[in-house]
């Protein structure tokens, strides 16, 4: 169990989309499978999920979008204008919250990385390699 915050704040890249999520996260996935990488454009997706979450749009709730795989469980949310992917509710009350998307702290770490069998070949031993404060030139 979580010692998490109970209150999440989040927006997109934007800035339309603003929102606020109560509730303590019970899991906090890495994602590797390939739907979350085509989804996130990069490694792996990083979404805490939270039982019986209560999700409070503060702003831009007109152009949020979602997407779900058909015949899947995949789905997500993400704002139309930017494509910044925000939290999504899912069926049971389960609130998915992209960590990537949060204002505040997220209050815990990943508990695992999962789908690593179907990581990007270019995803491993990222610790090794060369890490700069800022963009480098």
Not at 60 to 69: H, K, L, M, Q, R
Not at 79 to 97: F, M, N, Y
Not at 101 to 128: K, V
Request: hydrophobic share 35%.
């Amino acid at each position: 169990m979580s010692t998490a915050p109970n209150t999440f704040e989040g927006s997109c890249l934007c800035g339309a989309v603003r929102y606020q999520v109560s509730g303590t996260p019970d899991l906090f996935f890495l994602c590797h499978c390939s739907r979350c990488r085509k989804g996130t454009g990069s490694a792996h997706a990083s979404n805490m999920f939270i039982p019986d979450g209560k999700l409070v749009w503060l702003s831009g709730e007109d152009v949020v979008t979602s997407f779900a795989v058909e015949g899947a469980q995949h789905a997500r949310a993400f704002c139309s204008r930017c494509g910044s992917p925000v939290p999504i509710v899912r069926p049971g009350g389960r609130v998915k919250l992209p960590a990537g998307s949060l204002d505040t702290n997220a209050g815990m770490r990943p508990l695992a990385h999962i789908w690593t069998g179907s990581r990007a070949d270019w995803d491993e031993h990222l610790e090794d390699v060369t890490a700069f404060d800022e963009r480098p030139g």
